[in-house]
């Protein structure tokens, strides 16, 4: 709405209104905003709960200094992510001037804890390498005091002596180089010599008893193939000559059956006549003249002249 001359403004909290009733505008006052507070979440106890044991850790490595350092981490990481993102971070920072002093004392923190961790170190390292260096010079200038019997070494069949008795690096039979007596490790040396034989020898045993069982199963299996084959052959060689026998009988019961020839009389006297009926053999006839029975032209069978 626009404003006329002589109207005359009032405000409320909600609204601006004009003497003549017409709303200018609406809008909500400042006092009727809610503020928010920031509270604690989720995020913000878990990073506390890290933040915390970094600092203990610290704390017991380096002293102050070390919680120095890490808060000054911590502190420099939340102020630039609240900075570069705009966005709270896990503390809720308010605005971009608190990441900006957050971020700033962080450094500060990080310098001062650095320097302080140096500082509180430089003294305690020079004793602990002269004492180191003393150890190690004592260790080489005086022998063992004890026997290294079944102690650990580190090369095999190296040796030493103690006492004028010889030791040697061995494995035992535990896998683990130990330091034995020259008796000792003679006789472990040997025992694992026969040992590793005997396993080779019973490698050599097992492969040769796979490989004749394997043998015997190929020669098994072979015979059964072959004797499948003959079965088959056989089977075969009986069903063609069934085939066979059956094609013979079925060509006899097609073939034409010859008629039977009547009986020739039986010859007087033991004779036979020429050109009678018969049913086979030889005769003579009456004259002697030796005859056969045989087809004659109109093919049955006839005696014949022999």
């Given amino acids: 709405m626009r404003w006329r001359p002589g109207a005359i403004v009032a405000r409320t909290h909600h609204r601006v209104i004009s003497s003549m009733g017409e709303i200018m505008f609406d809008r909500p006052s400042a006092a009727a905003r809610p503020e928010r507070h920031w509270q604690p979440t989720k995020l913000f106890w878990i990073v506390a709960a890290m933040v915390l044991l970094l600092v203990v850790l610290f704390a017991a490595s380096a002293g102050f200094g070390g919680v120095l350092f890490i808060l000054g981490i ?108 020259e008796s000792e490790s003679k006789r472990v040396v040997a025992l694992k010599a026969a040992a590793d034989k005997a396993a080779a020898d019973k490698a050599a045993a097992d492969k040769a008893a796979a490989d004749k069982a394997a043998a015997d199963k190929a020669a098994a299996d072979k015979a059964a193939a072959d004797k499948a084959a003959a079965d088959k052959a056989a089977a075969d060689k009986a069903a063609a000559q069934i085939a066979a026998d059956k094609a013979a009988a079925d060509k006899a019961a097609r073939a034409p059956v010859a008629p039977v020839a009547p009986a020739a009389p039986a010859p007087a006297a033991g004779y036979v006549s020429p050109g009678a009926f018969c049913s086979g053999g030889t005769g003579v006839s009456k004259t002697g003249k030796a005859m056969i029975c045989a087809p004659a032209s109109d093919g049955r069978l006839r005696w014949r002249s022999a």
């Fill in 74 to 181: 911590v502190a420099v990481i939340t102020g630039l992510y609240a900075l570069l993102f705009k966005r709270q971070s896990w503390v809720g920072l308010p605005h971009r001037k608190s990441a900006g002093l957050v971020a700033a004392s962080g450094v500060v923190a990080f310098i001062v804890g650095a320097g302080v961790a140096a500082a509180g170190a430089a003294p305690g390292g020079v004793p602990d390498k002269t004492a180191l260096a003393a150890t190690s010079q004592s260790a080489t200038a005086t022998p063992t005091a004890t026997s290294p019997a079944k102690s650990s070494c580190l090369t095999s069949d190296e040796t030493r002596k103690y006492n004028d008795e010889l030791f040697i690096c061995t494995m035992g039979s535990d896998q683990r180089l130990v330091w034995l007596a």
